[in-house]
């Protein structure tokens, strides 16, 4: 089955820097555009970032563009999201997805993760 497994999450103070990676198994991952979403608490999911099967393609949420880089190493089907100058509403439960359908912020993917915890102090 497919499995999506978050890591790199942890608590940064603001302005500081992660790096969360995405293993991916049980599907070609060369052939899926993968996702990052984040749900703060209190708040619906929202879409962060997302980047199309050869990597051509990536789009960021405003609210992070500059700030966060979507990439994906295609060989090792692992998906990662740089993400610098972190601010205290960063703070979330940040979810890798993936679909066959090219990207788009509206996109509900087809598979999930199980989350990794960011938490930004001010």
């Known amino acids: 089955q497919v499995q999506l497994v978050e890591s790199g999450g942890g608590l940064v103070q603001a302005g500081g820097s992660l790096r969360l990676s995405c293993a991916a198994s049980g599907l070609a991952f060369r052939n899926y555009a993968m996702y990052w979403f984040r749900q703060a608490p209190g708040k619906e999911r929202e879409f962060v970032a997302g980047i199309s099967w050869r990597a051509g393609d990536t789009l960021y949420a405003d609210s992070v563009k500059g700030r966060f880089t979507i990439s994906r190493d295609n060989a090792k089907n692992t998906l990662y999201l740089q993400m610098n100058s972190l601010k205290p509403e960063d703070t979330a439960v940040y979810y890798c997805?993936?679909?066959?359908?090219?990207?788009?912020?509206?996109?509900?993917?087809?598979?999930w993760g199980q989350g990794t915890q960011v938490t930004v102090s001010s």
């Open positions: 997805a993936a679909d066959l359908r090219a990207p788009i912020a509206t996109i509900t993917p087809a598979y």
